[in-house]
């Protein structure tokens, strides 16, 4: 099955303008609403809880600055518009969301592909914080990334922006440390006890 860039499963749309969407509504209060178009995935929050509303905010915020520093690299959401401070539209990916793979079923070829997808965001100053397998999407042997709600990008808080950033991408690390043990039985563990020393000498 074909998903969104949202990972999730492709609804049924009508067949008239790119206006009309037919919308999703995740079970998580504190997970925005979803409508697709022809092309395009749409988060919204305008109808969520006042806290949820509230966390949309920020969230659809740090979504679309990381989303216009990763212009241009495929494999990513191209951010379209924001008709307001709750919602924002990006392009649809197509993919099946790694986590409804077996082995055998995510080639090395692509999981080669999928570290250089990172290594790309990361130059760009942007490191995903979340990369868990529903983030990632799988097409022709391809992947995507999504989700960069809780992304980090380099500037947003200047006196601790390195370190931050750091264990941002340290997490992204450990994320595909462990799809490598799950899916070939190898790889190397980053080295996670440097959190522990940029812990220290945040202090």
């Known amino acids: ?16 303008s790119d206006s009309i969407a037919v919308p999703y509504q995740q079970r998580n209060i504190w997970k925005s609403k979803i ?4 092309g395009w995935v749409e988060k919204d ?3 969520a809880p006042l806290l949820s509303r509230l ?37 649809e990916l197509p993919g099946v969301p790694l986590d409804k793979l077996k082995k055998g079923e995510f080639s090395d070829m692509c999981f080669h592909r999928l570290q250089i997808l990172l290594h790309q965001i990361h130059s760009r100053g942007v ?4 990369l868990h397998m529903r983030n990632i999407l799988i097409h022709e042997d391809k992947p995507s990334i999504i989700d960069f709600s809780t992304a980090y990008v380099l500037g947003r808080l200047p006196v601790l922006d390195k370190q931050f950033f750091r264990i941002f991408g340290l997490l992204d690390l450990e994320r595909l440390y462990k799809i490598e043990k799950e899916f070939f039985a190898r790889g190397a563990p980053p080295r996670m006890f440097y959190l522990y020393r940029l812990a220290k000498r945040i202090k």
């Open 55 to 91: 966390y949309g905010k920020i969230s659809l915020h740090w979504e679309a600055v990381a989303l216009k520093k990763l212009k241009g690299v495929e494999g990513v959401p191209v951010y379209l518009e924001r008709s307001g401070s709750l919602s924002i539209r990006m392009t």
């Open 127 to 130: 490191a995903h914080g979340d």
């Open 1 to 16: 099955m074909v998903n969104s860039g949202l990972g999730i499963p492709n609804l049924p749309r009508r067949p008239s």
């Open 45 to 47: 929050y305008s109808d």
């Open 35 to 38: 409508r697709q178009g022809n």
